[in-house]
């Protein structure tokens, strides 16, 4: 295949060893895909341009092949449990926080209004499914995942406490 003569590789094949950053949507996923970027693959904040930190930690739902950089990768999901994901760092943040977030950034992508009690409803269609249903799916952790959780609000107040807990998750020294 042409894909692989160029060293893409199909999404869906990782390793066990790869790490998946999960979170529901507007819970610091991308700005932790930039900072594993960083702990990673050494990129630079400042010169490193977001298209090449999506290269080094590619976005799961973005696109269908992937370059390997490292023998390790890393992934970003919004994703529910998967048995494909054997190690998860689960970014927490607050659940309210996340809903006005979240209904701002809806609003702007569905060019379209919604009031708060709509937005939360029950009845709410939302993707991939809503904040509790998520937290709750990722805590039973029922495939087992080698999983640690990342509390959003402990990343902002103490980043560099957080990133040592993620550096000794994935054994980077």
């Known amino acids: 295949m042409a894909l692989r003569e160029e060293g893409l590789t199909p999404i869906g094949e990782t390793q066990p060893d790869d790490i998946f950053i999960v979170g529901y949507p507007k819970s610091g996923n991308t700005w932790f895909q930039i900072m ?8 630079s904040v400042e010169a490193t341009p977001f298209t090449l930190i999506r290269e080094m930690v590619p976005d799961l739902s973005e696109r269908k092949y992937y370059l390997r950089h490292s023998r390790r990768m890393a992934f970003k999901s919004h994703a529910l449990p998967n048995e494909k994901f054997k190690r998860v760092v689960y ?13 701002h950034y809806r609003q702007i992508v569905d060019k379209c209004a919604y009031g708060s ?15 509790a249903d998520h937290v709750r799916a990722w805590s039973e952790n029922c495939f087992g995942a080698e999983l640690i959780f990342i509390r959003y609000e402990d990343l902002v107040k103490n980043t560099a406490r957080e990133l040592r807990r993620f550096c000794d998750f994935a054994a980077l020294r």
């Open 36 to 43: 594993a970027s960083v702990l990673l693959f050494g990129a």
């Open 91 to 103: 970014l927490l943040r607050d659940g309210r926080d996340v809903m006005v977030s979240y209904r």
């Open 117 to 131: 009690e709509q937005f939360v409803s029950a009845d709410q269609s939302l993707w991939p499914c809503h904040w």
